[in-house]
């Protein structure tokens, strides 16, 4: 069974910087690896996704330039470092594993995810 446990969330202020790391479970490989979140209220969105052969990355534009996603194929982890943090990045953040994908673009598209880690809060306060 595909398990992704995730960690690293917690509270941080405006501009300032939080690292998440998703381990996946040591037998199992995923091509398309990615991070969401979901604000309360909101719908489930796609933040950034990695094609873990090449390291190709893409994210939603609101992240970009200041969020970084990688992942590590030995320790088969995923990482997400976020910088310049605004109240706007605050919810819940899913680790994600079987995206679908067009070439080494993974889709950021949450109806479409294999699997899913539990979630970690992330607060970012002024």
């Known amino acids: 069974q595909v398990q992704l446990m995730e960690s690293g969330g917690g509270s941080a202020q405006v501009g300032g910087s939080l690292n998440l790391t998703c381990e996946m479970s040591?037998?199992?490989?995923?091509?398309?690896m990615g991070w969401f979140r979901q604000a309360s209220g909101d719908a489930r969105e796609g933040v950034a996704a990695?094609?873990?052969?090449?390291?190709?990355?893409v994210y939603v534009p609101s992240v970009e330039g200041r969020f970084t996603i990688s992942h590590d194929n030995p320790k088969n982890t995923l990482y997400l470092q976020m910088n310049s943090l605004i109240p706007e990045d605050s919810g819940i953040y899913y680790c994600a594993a079987g995206l679908t994908r067009s070439g080494s673009s993974c889709r950021l598209n949450p109806a479409t995810v294999d699997y899913w880690g539990q979630g970690t809060q992330v607060t970012v306060s002024s």
């Open positions: 990695i094609f873990t052969i090449d390291g190709h990355a």
């Open positions: 040591k037998h199992h490989r995923t091509s398309c």
